[in-house]
């Protein structure tokens, strides 16, 4: 059975960091899209960052560009989501997915094969 875990979620103050992570079981990496989505209380969900596990290529919504750093090490079926200076506006409930076949042409996208359960994301100010 797929799955998808986060963790590393939390209660941090504006301006500091968090690093999600995303370890998935019952496939693997190759020839999939990994991607993070956030969803805040009463908002529509939201694409954050996408990366492809074949050749690295990245994308990232414009209200965290330049803050959010996606990775994923493929050897450990594990993909990372590095938030610094963070807002109260990042605060959500961020999601970890995967979709096999997935061209970077195609993000973001809402077809996803697979979907972690959230880890939930507080930023005070």
């Known amino acids: 059975e797929e799955q998808l875990v986060e963790s590393g979620g939390g209660l941090v103050q504006a301006g500091e960091s968090l690093r999600l992570s995303c370890v998935a079981s019952g496939f693997t990496f190759d020839d999939h899209t990994i991607g993070w989505y956030r969803q805040a209380p009463g908002k529509k969900i939201e694409a954050v960052s996408y990366?492809?596990?074949?050749?690295?290529?990245?994308y990232y919504a414009d209200s965290v560009k330049g803050r959010f750093t996606i990775s994923s090490d493929n050897a450990k079926n594990t993909a990372y989501l590095q938030m610094n200076n963070l807002k109260p506006e990042d605060s959500a409930t961020y999601y970890c997915?995967?979709?096999?076949?997935?061209?970077?042409?195609?993000?973001?996208?809402?077809?996803?094969?697979?979907w972690g359960k959230g880890t939930l994301v507080t930023v005070s100010s």
């Open positions: 997915a995967a979709a096999i076949f997935l061209p970077p042409s195609k993000w973001p996208s809402d077809g996803m094969d697979y």
């Open positions: 990366i492809s596990s074949d050749d690295g290529s990245t």
